[in-house]
Nanobody
Framework: QVQLVESGGGLVQPGGSLALSCAAS????????MDWFRQASGKQREWVTG???????SYAGSVKGRFTISRDNAKNTMYLQMNSLKPEDTAVYYC??????????WGQGTQVTVSS
């Protein structure tokens, strides 16, 4: 059974920074892509950023230049560094992985609140 554990959410002032992490556990997993999604209250879940197994990142336009995704394949862990945060970044952030066998798993979500 694969489990994803997210950490690092919290409350930050506009212009501040937060770092999230997502650690995958489970015997024999081989992860292909890793992504972050977010869902603001009353809105649909949206894709934020993703990174492939080779480490190539991609970003939604709304976060490009402010967020940085990275991963450590040896630790099956993904990271999200969020800088210059805005109130509109407030949401529950979810990590998602797709394995080499095309199975998809989601984390439980972590709240990020940007407010003064």
């Amino acid at each position: 059974q694969v489990q994803l554990v997210e950490s690092g959410g919290g409350l930050v002032q506009p212009g501040g920074s937060l770092a999230l992490s997502c650690a995958a556990s489970g015997s024999g997993i081989s992860i292909n892509t890793m992504d972050w999604f977010r869902q603001a209250s009353g809105k649909q879940r949206e894709w934020v950023t993703g990174i492939n197994r080779g480490g190539r990142p991609s970003y939604a336009g709304s976060v490009k230049g402010r967020f940085t995704i990275s991963r450590d394949n040896a630790k099956n862990t993904m990271y999200l560094q969020m800088n210059s945060l805005k109130p509109e970044d407030t949401a529950v952030y979810y990590c998602r992985i797709m394995t080499m066998m095309a199975k998809v798993y989601w984390g439980q979500g972590t709240q990020v609140t940007v407010s003064s």
